[in-house]
């Protein structure tokens, strides 16, 4: 299984933007039909998966991402991207991306919200 590698996490203000990048660690056969996710972990709590995209395109947000996250692929580069808007204190956590449904997880990268 292809380990996934997150950057782009950052101490940003409330109000603020970030865009979160995913890279496979390695070339993969048949990525641009992955069905993708983006997930949090928050000290304390189960990780969630706040958003999903299909190969083809399709997207799903869970509802607090609803309207602010924006995810997004690049198949040619085996990139999947989030897009963070109006970012608030309740979404500082460690946020991952990985293949719905495999269990080997990279290390993340953290998103700390805070004035």
């Known amino acids: 299984q292809v380990q996934f590698v997150e950057s782009g996490g950052s101490l940003v203000q409330p109000g603020g933007s970030l865009r979160l990048s995913c890279t496979a660690s390695?070339?993969?056969?048949?990525?641009?039909?992955?069905?993708m996710g983006w997930y949090r972990q928050a000290p304390g709590m189960l990780r969630e998966r706040v958003a999903s995209?299909?190969?083809?395109?399709?997207?799903v947000y869970e509802a607090s991402a609803r309207g602010r996250f924006t995810i997004s692929r690049d198949d040619a580069k085996q990139t999947v991207y989030l897009q963070m808007n109006n970012l608030k204190p309740e979404d500082t956590a460690v946020y991952y991306c990985n293949r719905v449904g495999q269990e080997n997880w990279g290390q993340g990268t953290q998103v700390t919200v805070s004035s």
């Open positions: 390695a070339i993969v056969n048949g990525f641009d039909h992955y069905f």
């Open positions: 995209i299909t190969g083809a395109h399709s997207t």
